[in-house]
């Protein structure tokens, strides 16, 4: 079973930067995708930024050029880097992670972490 630990939300001013992180343990195989979804009051859950083992990237239309998503293989955490921040990305970010398990290398499963509030406000 995979953990996730996600940090680094917190409330910062238009035009600021932050950037979350999201940690996963257990007794992880392969790491094959991670990513952020966001949720803002009273809308629907949306795609941040993914990336999959390899490198490649994928980023909602709001956030390109701003947002910079990265992940460490290494030690099997994720990065967001949220820059030039606007209110409009007010949203608790939820990380999540698919990947497999030692025991079952083959078998991918998605595990989501517990979110973390984001808010952009002067």
């Known amino acids: 079973q995979v953990q996730l630990v996600e940090s680094g939300g917190g409330l910062v001013q238009p035009g600021g930067s932050l950037r979350l992180s999201c940690a996963a343990s257990?007794?992880?195989?392969?790491?094959?995708?991670m990513g952020w979804y966001r949720q803002a009051p009273g809308k629907e859950r949306e795609l941040v930024a993914s990336?999959?083992?390899?490198?490649?990237?994928n980023y909602a239309d709001s956030v390109k050029g701003r947002f910079t998503i990265s992940a460490d293989n290494a030690t099997n955490t994720g990065y967001l880097q949220m820059n030039s921040l606007k209110p409009e990305d007010t949203a608790v970010y939820f990380c999540y992670v698919r990947a497999s398990m030692a025991a079952s290398p083959v078998s991918y499963t998605t595990t989501w972490g517990q979110g973390t509030q984001v808010t952009v406000s002067s």
């Open positions: 257990g007794s992880i195989f392969r790491i094959s995708a």
């Open positions: 990336i999959i083992r390899g490198g490649s990237t």
